[in-house]
């Protein structure tokens, strides 16, 4: 998030500037123009939704639902389209719709796969149960979480590579922390 952070005002003052302009020109067909390319955007959410939902069992039935409310915020978002003819109206729905997203993603859907993706519950595992003076191999993508939790920085590994094979032909006591994807 830090290192994207500063991309958000200026983005921003884009995404708001063409909101004016396209909510004050008037050109043939704009509210079509406008309601195709917004549809089929909200289709493709709501298809990334539903099928990668699927991918993580435990937000699949909030994926669904997010699939569903996202259809109808694109059937109402494109009607406001084309019916009201109102390109500013539009764009605030896309606004309300965008925070009504987050609100149901971050507030439902990601705590049920945090454990999935964040090193704390290893971090902490670790430092309950598991004698400190053993090196600690650790999956690329959790290494940075799991130094910051446990204050252990390990050795970076990747799992898809001979390093990774090597370490089970080699006795002694070993600590390797990895995604279940990897596992």
Known sequence: MSYIFPLFPPLAIIIGWNIVRVSRERFPRRELALA?????????????????????????????????????????????????????????????????????VFTFMLPTVSGRFSAKTAADYYLANCDKGVTVHIDKFLRPGFMYYANVPGVEMKPETSDFADLFKTGGTKFIVVRGLEY
Do not use: C, N, R
Request: hydrophobic residues 65%; proline residues 1%.
């Open 36 to 104: 195709i390319p917004s549809l089929i955007m909200f289709v493709l959410l709501s298809a990334g939704w539903f099928f990668g939902g699927q991918q993580l069992t435990e937000m699949s039935f909030g994926a669904i639902i997010l699939a569903g409310i996202t259809l109808l915020l694109a059937i109402g978002i494109g009607s406001t389209f084309l019916y009201f003819k109102d390109a500013l109206l539009a764009s605030w729905l896309h606004v309300a719709a965008g925070i009504l997203t987050m609100v149901v």
